[in-house]
């Protein structure tokens, strides 16, 4: 099938490679403009921008579909399907049109929980002992199509950002079993369920802030969900930030919320029930180091707290 791609970050990039290395022919990549990156905040394409130049296709690097310019060209591709992978911007209904067989989405969720725009990082958030990658037809209605595909993936420890790797991966060749079915006639869609309906905002910085206050699993997944972006983090005495990386809760029952315990090689920070065991950690204004590393350096009393309630860290 002759195949129009929508997709923006690493999350993408397997479905499009798949795509690219099988008898399909991928006509159009669609992609969001080059953003500012890394600590020099130069401009860099995305990650589909990089796979496409690399394999020659024509790239069309757009922030909207809405354009009269934008949606003559696309007709003019004569695409049979469009498929999209974490594009970052809708699919107004003419272009949705334009495919003989319509436009495919792989969704990171169980849907129809959690849709919208982070729908692993609150699967994390929320405690969910497992998700689902699932590929749709995309309609008007946001993530709201029938489900051609659905694959169970169970949560573990993993953060935001490994899960979602690791199913991107997986679900590559999950779309292109779907582009597979929709081409010989033997796929078939079943409506989304009217029950369980659940919506994944963008997480935001304050969503990253762990305040000890509440139990170590609850800041845990807080933590998980937030890594790598948009972070995780806390503040010391004086209000000055800290970053943290994954941590490990264990259960203690002998310190107060935020209360530090300091040893030679660990540091361990007391929650509402149960403990986390710092892993990585990153000063304001310095490198990510090992917990233990940075009380070497910051020596803290044995009075320190970190945290607190959130309205107090702003």
Not at 117 to 145: H, K, M, N, Y
Request: charged letters at 20%.
């Amino acid at each position: 099938m002759r195949i129009i791609f929508a997709g923006t970050p690493e999350a993408a990039v397997p479905t499009l490679r798949a795509l690219l290395s099988s008898s399909h022919e991928v006509a159009l990549v669609i992609t969001r403009p080059p953003a500012r990156r890394g600590r020099g905040k130069t401009m860099h394409p995305s990650p589909v921008a990089e796979v496409a130049a690399q394999a020659g296709v024509e790239l069309l690097e757009t922030t909207t579909l809405k354009t009269p310019e934008i949606g003559e060209r696309l007709a003019e591709v004569g695409a049979d399907l469009g498929v999209v992978v974490a594009y970052g911007g809708l699919v107004p209904p003419a272009v949705l049109a334009m495919p003989t067989h319509g436009w495919v989405n792989l969704h990171f969720s169980d849907l129809p929980r959690w849709r919208g725009a982070a729908p692993v990082q609150w699967a994390i958030r929320e405690g969910d002992p497992t998700t689902a990658s699932c590929v749709f037809t995309l309609e008007e209605g946001l993530d709201t199509g029938d489900v051609y595909s659905r694959v169970e993936v169970p949560i573990g420890r993993e953060s935001a950002g490994e899960l979602l790797t690791s199913m991107a991966q997986a679900g590559a060749g999950q779309v292109l079993a779907v582009v597979d079915a929709l081409e010989d006639g033997s796929a078939t869609a079943i409506p989304q369920r009217t029950e369980g309906i659940t919506h994944a905002r963008r997480l935001e910085h304050a969503d990253g802030y762990v305040s000890f206050t509440h139990d170590a699993a609850h800041e845990d997944r807080v933590i998980r969900s937030v890594t790598p972006n948009p972070g995780a983090y806390t503040v010391l005495p004086g209000r000055a930030r800290m970053k943290l990386g994954v941590a490990t809760p264990v259960e203690r029952d002998d310190l107060e919320p935020g209360q530090l315990e300091v040893t030679k090689k660990q540091v361990t920070v007391g929650c509402a029930r149960g403990a986390l065991v710092l892993g990585q950690v990153a000063p304001a204004g310095k490198s990510w180091m090992d917990a233990a590393a940075w009380a070497r350096g910051a020596r803290p009393d044995a009075g320190m707290r970190l945290g607190g309630e959130l309205e107090d860290a702003r």
